[in-house]
């Protein structure tokens, strides 16, 4: 069993850097292999081959079928791999470090565990949200109060703009198709966020779950950084696709959000700022 061909394990010194990688694909309705360095993709429409390396999160959606052999390339490439639900509703993410260094995790760690440093952080993180504003002396309460009424605006001011009702957030992981198109193209949007998010806390050596605002989830750290970009992603893109009465708002905010990682040059930016968090 120990001499089943294959590609030899990449040194992990020698995979390109997160940086240098493209953000997502998703994959839905096709059977996944691999040959040598290359993920295999198989639908109706042909083949088609994804250098591995080359990419920081695959998202499959309904009716994938992927192969172990598939997954093992995927793990030595250091992928994050990220399997949605229906409508991509639901995700469970895991992936390994891009980086054999833990400097990263032990500064991350300290700071959770040390109160007074655990609300540095945290205000640290809310000064890169309001810029102009001095939040140095406020509680995690107040924080968390004035972050709420800031996305309140923001979601007010994009109903506005594009003359979508606005109800509030109404997220159901076990119904997608009862919620409205603008919840619904939320759901998805942040979906696509949080797998870059993940993909970059992983490769950089970090925990996901040891989080600053986000607390007691196996994804906390993930939401506290994927929230810095909402105001400018995800939301904004949520109500132009719903203003559009498109049948397609899966496809429609996949494409959006993969193409505005790719100018805002997301990716990097997250690895900028998990270092100065």
């Known amino acids: 069993m120990g ?15 997160i940086k240098d990688r493209i953000t997502f694909v998703y994959l839905e309705h096709c059977k996944i292999n691999r040959r ?10 042909g083949v088609t081959d994804i250098p591995a390396g080359l990419i920081s999160v695959l998202i499959l959606g309904p009716g994938t ?27 469970y993410a895991s992936g390994r470090a891009l980086t054999h260094r833990s400097g990263l995790l032990i500064k991350q760690a300290e700071l959770v565990s040390n109160q007074r440093k655990h609300l540095a952080v945290a205000r640290k993180m809310y000064e890169m949200r309001f810029p102009n504003e001095d939040v140095s002396q406020l509680t995690m309460q107040q924080l968390r109060g004035k972050e709420g009424a800031r996305v ?4 007010q001011s994009l109903s506005k703009k594009w003359a979508v009702p606005w109800s509030g957030r109404d997220y159901k992981p076990d119904d997608f198709d009862a919620s409205d198109s603008v919840n619904q193209a939320l759901s998805v949007g942040n979906a696509c966020l949080y797998g870059l998010a993940h993909a970059v806390i992983a490769a950089l050596g970090c925990s996901p779950g040891l989080g600053f605002v986000h607390v007691g989830h196996e994804c906390s750290f993930v939401y506290d950084i994927a929230d810095l970009y909402k105001a400018q992603t995800t939301i904004p893109i949520a109500f132009e696709v719903a203003s559009q009465h498109s049948k397609e708002i899966e496809s429609e905010v996949r494409h ?15 690895v900028k700022d998990i270092k100065y968090c």
């Open 3 to 17: 001499n089943i061909p294959g590609m030899k394990k990449p040194d992990i010194h020698a995979l390109p850097q």
């Open 65 to 91: 079928d992927i192969s172990h052999r598939a997954i093992e390339l995927i793990g030595d490439a250091g992928v994050t791999i990220v399997w949605t639900g229906e409508h991509g509703v639901r995700y």
């Open 36 to 45: 040598d360095s290359a993920i295999i993709v198989t639908n109706q429409d």
């Open 256 to 270: 959006k959000m993969r193409d505005i990682m790719v100018s805002r040059h997301l990716l990097e930016q997250m």
């Open 152 to 155: 309140r605006r923001v979601y």
